[in-house]
């Protein structure tokens, strides 16, 4: 409490006598709460010393509008007793007011429940108070939106707005030329293509493929569909637990996909050398051989190496996913307890499969086209022709990382840093093995001076980028915001 009244001094915030009266008023250790119902500073001044607080990007409620709708997403409930408010719901995202942005925990939380990327941002929690009130009142009014005090005069009145809070940091332009000023670089060579990953010619089988397997262990099950969006597929998952085993296999097996199971990492790389499947779900503890060892087995193989491999873990989390993708060669890390969510996603990406529904097909054709074309707008310089174009392709296909990391250029070129951060966000977490996203992701936190997500960005740009020059450039970057 005494800390973050100091911080409010330093940054002038508030004065000493204004602080020690806030600390006088502070209920549970309060103090922006105290300051902003005795009036001692504007709700945008508190936040914006959070947001420096924090490092993170802050929301001042106060010039607000928040859709009734949203607590359709996240309860009224949950939000007063969690100390959070969704200020905005996308399809694929959600924007989220934490009194206490550090709890990801919650947010995890809130992912697996609404089945959306969190975004964290700070907001002073009589403000979340005030607004959740306004919102249940306007809800039981029927009303479509609660508008803060100071909310600018929209011209529907059904609209949102979020009132983005900045920090007065900035940090110093990023210096590696081919991104220096967010100019619009392709991930890849060709603009038609910059996530394209060249699928490998499909080796031929044995015969009776399944019996044979089944042959070679008792611990192989199949589970067989021929519809949905991995027909064709097959796919491999090994676990010690035949509980978890079967729950993935279900999952996988809904996409149509054709399952194989082991029960140990000897199984598992026998079934890998003979079926040499599309993709492999390892936990990294298997009995035996380790699925580590397993994963750095199938990398290691000239003729395996084009399988995709995702490690799980109840053991293994935070930095080991980075690790494992660097050590062993992952192109994906999951940990456990697993959300279903989040192994359907990861599964789709993997596979590139098409859809088995014609009409699914038909949107991600219509998300290319647009997404190329928003492309050629934004070459062309313009860049809200070319946002609408890409805001649509995304809607159309939520697992086109080209269509987000281009709308993250889109937004980047008209000042909107924020969202352009949550756009490359996405980007990076559809195709985590592609550096470009990281870096751009990394720049714009950088402008926008976050330097802790700035430095978090930096190193998983680090990690995945190929091009030794660029890589090195990275790793300077890197070293001067640690100080080094």
Not at 422 to 429: D, K, P
Request: with cysteine.
């Amino acid at each position: 409490m005494a800390d973050v009244a100091a911080y409010l001094i330093q940054s002038g915030t508030l004065t000493p006598p204004a602080a020690a009266k806030a600390l006088a008023a502070a209920q549970d250790g309060d103090v922006t709460s105290a300051a902003l119902r005795l009036g001692l500073a504007t709700e945008a001044a508190l936040v914006r010393a959070l947001v420096e607080l924090f490092d993170c990007p802050g929301v001042d409620l106060s010039r607000s509008v928040i859709p009734t709708s949203n607590f359709g997403v996240v309860s009224h409930a949950f939000c007063r007793q969690q100390r959070v408010l969704p200020v905005s719901v996308g399809r694929a995202e959600l924007v989220l007011a934490m009194a206490d942005p550090e709890n990801v925990t919650l947010a995890d939380e809130l992912r697996f429940v609404t089945g959306r990327k969190v975004l964290r941002y700070v907001a002073v929690l009589a403000a979340i108070e005030r607004a959740i009130d306004g919102l249940v009142r306007e809800k039981q009014r029927f009303g479509t939106t609660w508008r803060g005090p100071q909310a600018p005069a929209l011209p529907d009145p059904t609209a949102a707005w979020v009132g983005v809070v900045h920090g007065a940091r900035r940090a110093e332009p990023a210096e590696l030329p081919e991104a220096g000023e967010l100019v619009l670089v392709p991930i890849s060579e060709t603009l038609e293509t910059p996530f394209a990953v060249p699928s490998p010619a499909r080796l031929a089988r044995p015969p009776e493929l399944q019996p044979a397997a089944a042959r070679r262990s008792e611990a192989v099950v199949t589970t067989v569909r021929l519809e949905g969006a991995g027909a064709g597929k097959l796919v491999l998952v090994a676990d010690a637990g035949s509980e978890a085993r079967e729950e993935v296999a279900e999952l996988l097996g809904k996409l149509g996909c054709t399952v194989l199971q082991a029960a140990n990492g000897r199984a598992a790389l026998d079934i890998t050398r003979e079926a040499r499947p599309d993709l492999v779900v390892l936990e990294a503890m298997l009995p035996m051989v380790q699925g580590f060892d397993v994963c750095r087995a199938i990398k290691g193989d000239p003729v395996l190496r084009p399988t995709r491999v995702v490690l799980t873990s109840a053991v293994h989390r935070g930095t080991a996913a980075a690790d494992a993708q660097q050590a062993f060669g992952a192109d994906a890390f999951l940990e456990k307890p697993l959300r279903r969510d989040e192994v359907t996603r990861v599964a789709k990406v993997l596979l590139l499969g098409p859809a088995g529904d014609p009409a699914d097909a038909e949107r991600r054709v219509e998300a290319a086209t647009m997404w190329r074309a928003g492309a050629a707008a934004l070459h062309a310089g313009r860049a809200e022709e070319a946002t609408a174009l890409l805001r649509d392709a995304c809607a159309r296909d939520e697992l086109s990382a080209e269509a987000q990391y281009y709308l993250g250029h889109a937004l980047a070129r008209q000042g909107l840093l924020f969202e352009a951060a949550a756009a490359y966000a996405r980007s990076a977490e559809l195709r985590p093995d592609v550096d470009a996203a990281h870096q751009y992701l990394a720049q714009t936190w950088e402008q926008l001076g976050f330097k802790k997500s700035a430095r978090e960005a930096w190193a998983r740009a680090i990690e995945t980028c190929a091009d030794e020059p660029r890589k090195k450039a990275m790793q300077a970057r890197l070293l001067k915001l640690l100080g080094l």
